[in-house]
Nanobody, 122 residues
Framework: QVQVMESGGGSVQAGQSLRLSCTGSGYSYKIGWFRQAPGKEREGVAAADTGGSNTYYADSVKGRFTLSQDSSKNTLDLQMNNLKPEDTAIYYC??????????????????WGQGTQVTVSS
């Protein structure tokens, strides 16, 4: 059974940084970070093709968030800089064995972690 685990959430003030870590067991073609704020749908934040150089970012985080991948360990870290209150959400990591599907769409992933809370205060 594939397991996905996130770590690194917390509470910070606007302008500060956090780093989230994700580890997935077993083989995956892509790994992604998603978030869900209260009352909103889950949305893609950033994703990467494992073992490759392709990365994908939502427009709302480009220039502020950066992915760091270790394919040998099936990990994908998300460095979040210059955080804003609107980044407040539960952040989820997910993995997929399929090479099809938009990497930033939740429906493209089969295995999900439990999520980690990120709270940014103004």
């Amino acid at each position: 059974q594939v397991q996905v685990m996130e770590s690194g959430g917390g509470s910070v003030q606007a302008g500060q940084s956090l780093r989230l870590s994700c580890t997935g067991s077993g083989y995956s073609y892509k790994i992604g970070w998603f978030r869900q704020a209260p009352g909103k749908e889950r949305e893609g934040v950033a994703a990467a093709d494992t073992g490759g150089s392709n990365t994908y970012y939502a427009d709302s985080v480009k220039g502020r968030f950066t992915l760091s991948q270790d394919s040998s360990k099936n990990t994908l870290d998300l460095q979040m800089n210059n955080l804003k209150p609107e980044d407040t959400a539960i952040y989820y990591c997910a993995t997929s064995k399929s090479y099809t599907g938009n990497p930033l769409y939740p429906s493209s992933y089969q295995n999900w972690g439990q999520g980690t809370q990120v709270t940014v205060s103004s």
